[in-house]
């Protein structure tokens, strides 16, 4: 039997400081410039002091980072493997920055859940694509431009996104933006997009934002995920599939997806019926982080523990 779906206190708009990303305002604007012109093997050594830099500069990275790899490999983490942790991101990072800027990257979806994801990218109707802070998965929004599938970006605005910037301006026929951190407008965003027939892509896995949560079985614990993508797909009659991407080379993706769920109008039974999709997809991404770790980039609290009932 599930547990009520709980929800976290919203922050308080009147104290809560404007969303940024750490680093310098030039960073992401150096980082490409680097990488275009700096010859590999100084840049690759440059991007590793610039790593041991942001290791060192950000404890409470620092922190979440190891108490998540000790949660992965059930020992305390060591310093190299927090090190190796944001790098890996770093090298991701310069993946998006790539695309942003105009190179092209390919995007392969692995079997079994091709067919299912396929025929939602190129249907005319919307739907609802659900993903994580996993690895290249902040570029498969943008990659369903490639299907010309119009579709609605869930993020965090910040104030220094280089990344987000120029993705939105490369793929700006095709994708939109919702804030997440404007919760006073998202409900309607969200609504007023798969009314006009604009598929929604939304993170499933941070609940700071999210007004409905439940528990699910993930990395040796009951833990909270947001659970607003399945309410919206019985409000709406929308299909959802969850996907993640894992880097296959420097500028590739090898997209894993869930199944595709879709409601048939049984309100009771759609709910059961999610929880279950939801359990299976999360199983699937434990699964390919016992396989390489270092792809969950989530840099803050692990998703905690549901209350005990």
């Given at each position: 039997?599930?547990?009520?779906?709980?929800?976290?206190?919203?922050?308080?708009?009147?104290?809560?400081?404007p969303a940024r990303n750490p680093g310098p305002a030039w960073g992401y604007a150096f980082l490409q410039w680097a990488d275009r012109w700096l010859p590999a093997g100084l840049f690759a050594f440059g991007v590793r002091v610039g790593v041991l830099i942001a290791v060192l500069g950000m404890p409470a990275q620092?922190?979440?980072?190891?108490?998540?790899?000790?949660?992965?490999?059930?020992?305390?983490?060591?310093?190299?493997?927090?090190?190796?942790?944001?790098?890996?991101?770093?090298?991701?990072?310069?993946?998006?920055?790539?695309?942003a800027g105009g190179a092209p990257h390919r995007c392969e979806v692995a079997p079994p859940g091709g067919d299912g994801f396929f025929a939602l990218a190129h249907a005319a109707t919307p739907a609802l694509f659900g993903t994580m802070h996993f690895g290249n998965s902040d570029l498969l929004g943008f990659l369903l431009a490639d299907f010309q599938k119009r579709v609605a970006v869930v993020r965090l605005r910040v104030g220094n996104s280089r990344d987000t910037r120029e993705l939105g301006r490369r793929f700006a026929e095709w994708?939109?933006?919702?804030?997440?951190?404007?919760?006073?407008?998202?409900?309607?965003?969200?609504?007023?997009?798969?009314?006009?027939?604009?598929?929604?892509?939304?993170?499933?896995?941070?609940?700071?934002?999210?007004?409905?949560?439940?528990?699910?079985?993930?990395?040796?614990?009951?833990?909270?995920?947001?659970?607003?993508?399945y309410h919206l797909a019985l409000v709406f009659g929308a299909p959802v599939v969850h996907c993640v991407g894992v880097p296959a080379a420097r500028d590739a993706t090898l997209v894993h997806t869930s199944p595709v769920f879709r409601p048939t109008g049984d309100r009771r039974a759609d709910l059961a019926?999610?929880?279950?999709?939801?359990q299976e997809f999360l199983r699937t991404v434990e699964e390919l982080l016992r396989r390489d770790p270092y792809l969950w980039f989530n840099f803050g609290p692990l998703n905690p523990p549901a209350p005990a009932t």
């Open positions: 039997m599930n547990p009520p779906a709980a929800t976290l206190p919203a922050a308080d708009p009147a104290t809560a400081r620092r922190r979440h980072s190891a108490a998540y790899l000790t949660q992965v490999f059930g020992r305390p983490a060591r310093f190299r493997e927090v090190f190796h942790h944001f790098h890996v991101f770093t090298q991701l990072l310069l993946a998006k920055l790539r695309a994708v939109e933006f919702l804030w997440v951190n404007e919760p006073e407008n998202i409900p309607f965003a969200l609504k007023d997009a798969l009314a006009r027939g604009v598929s929604v892509a939304m993170k499933c896995d941070r609940p700071e934002f999210s007004a409905k949560l439940e528990a699910f079985d993930f990395l040796g614990a009951r833990r909270l995920f947001p659970f607003t993508i019926a999610a929880r279950a999709h939801f």
